[in-house]
């Protein structure tokens, strides 16, 4: 398929208003595409507010807001209209538990559906970027195993009893693994029948960065713990084994570089993650790192349990180790140096309010 560029036609997102939807919208609008961002309410400000805001003369794009429900048949047919690319990056998801297993199961593969059916019905459309997740890519491995796009999550499940279609109903992390290996690969074989238009598939880590608004706090997120460290609590999460750390601000680079991009075909897949070993921290080098950005903040660490849990099991689960290789080589994306993802993250946690600083 030919490569997308802003005269063709406006480029439409789902889940604009989400954490890495905000970013994809960002990095259209500053290569001068006009942006139909979709959000499932447009009357609400506190979801919508910093993406208009983007219409501030600072970018060359344009952003218009549309509401769908990618629950709803036809919900994106008028939307697609005209468009030349769709970037769908919005999903049902688990975080604060809002969504059950099921939900974020068939929140995926209908609400993919749904959009690939309006893809179809608007004909214009020559690429679609679906963002799955890392989660369809990382199974169990050996220690130091490093993971690439060839890898699905799940190889190796022979003796694993949580991998079974009954978890879908009771295991958010399998629903929500389960979900994107099936709409990945539904997409692209939906895409290949149709012929007029590719699907590229990208499998982001840990997404950290610069939060664009308060909504992008969400409990139970990377960002979410990063930020109850800053306030001087224990990491509840990620201490087991390392943060493989991708900045939200490149998987919104990667997603447009991916519909301007001549070497993507239908099939394609992209690991967005850390660009070497600076970008896998475990709990306590976390810690370290937010410690020296922060320096006036008593940073809390890992859980109070952590040396027992070290002296008896070892240290951290060396994994997941991944490199955004392709992406590099085949798109020209750049990664931004970890720390930088780091302090962006905390600061516009501070400056919005989200988190109060636990100063020394
Ligand atoms: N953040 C990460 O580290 C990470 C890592 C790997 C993959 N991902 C993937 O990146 C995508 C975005 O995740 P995120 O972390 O940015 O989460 P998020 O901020 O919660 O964004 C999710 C988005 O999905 C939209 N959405 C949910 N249900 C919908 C529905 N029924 N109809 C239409 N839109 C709906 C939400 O829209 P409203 O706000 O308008 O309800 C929201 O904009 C997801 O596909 C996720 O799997 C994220």
Redesign the pocket.
């Known amino acids: 398929m030919p490569q997308v560029k802003p005269s063709d036609g406006p480029v439409a997102v ?8 905000s970013h994809v919208v960002r990095a259209l609008m500053k290569r001068g595409y006009t942006v139909r961002a ?4 447009e009357s609400k400000p506190e ?1 919508t507010a910093h993406l208009l805001a983007m219409n501030s003369g600072v970018y060359p794009g344009r952003v218009e807001l549309r509401t ?4 709803e048949q036809g919900s994106y047919d008028e939307i697609f209209a005209g468009c030349a690319a769709v970037m769908h ?5 688990g ?1 604060a538990n809002v969504n059950k297993p099921r939900q974020i199961y068939d ?1 995926a593969v209908i ?1 993919t559906l749904n959009v690939l059916e309006s893809v179809k019905q608007a004909g214009s459309v020559r690429r679609m970027v679906y ?5 369809a890519i990382a199974h169990p491995a050996p220690r130091g195993y490093v993971f690439t796009e060839k890898d699905w999550a799940s190889d190796n499940r022979g003796k694993d009893p949580t991998w079974t279609p009954e978890s879908i109903d009771t295991n958010g992390d399998v629903a929500y693994s389960m979900g ?1 290996i099936a709409t990945e690969q539904m997409a692209w074989r939906v895409a290949e029948e149709d012929g007029r238009f590719d699907v590229i598939t990208v ?5 950290l960065g610069p939060l664009l608004s308060r ?2 706090e ?1 409990p139970g ?2 960002q979410y713990f990063l930020g109850r460290m800053l306030m001087g609590k224990p990491c509840g999460r990620g201490w087991q084994h390392l943060w493989n750390i991708v900045d ?1 601000r490149d998987v919104g680079d990667a997603h447009a570089l991916i519909i301007e991009s001549d070497k993507c075909k239908n099939g394609g897949r992209y690991q967005l993650t850390a660009a070497d070993r600076s970008g896998e921290l475990n709990a306590a080098e976390l810690q370290e790192h937010l410690a020296r950005l922060f320096p006036h903040i008593a940073v809390g660490g890992p859980p109070k349990q952590y040396e027992e849990i070290v002296a008896k099991y070892g240290h951290p689960y060396d994994a997941p180790r991944a490199y955004c290789d392709r992406a590099r080589e085949d798109l020209g994306l750049t990664s931004r140096p970890v720390d930088d993802t780091l302090f962006e993250t905390g600061r516009t946690m501070i400056e919005l309010g989200i988190v109060k600083p636990a100063f020394k």
């Open positions: 789902t889940g604009a208003s989400g954490h890495i939807g979709c959000v499932t309410d979801k769908g429900n990618l629950l990056v919005g999903t049902p998801m975080y929140g609400g963002t799955s997740s890392f989660s994107k499998c982001p880590c840990v997404g909504a992008h969400l997120s990377w939200v």
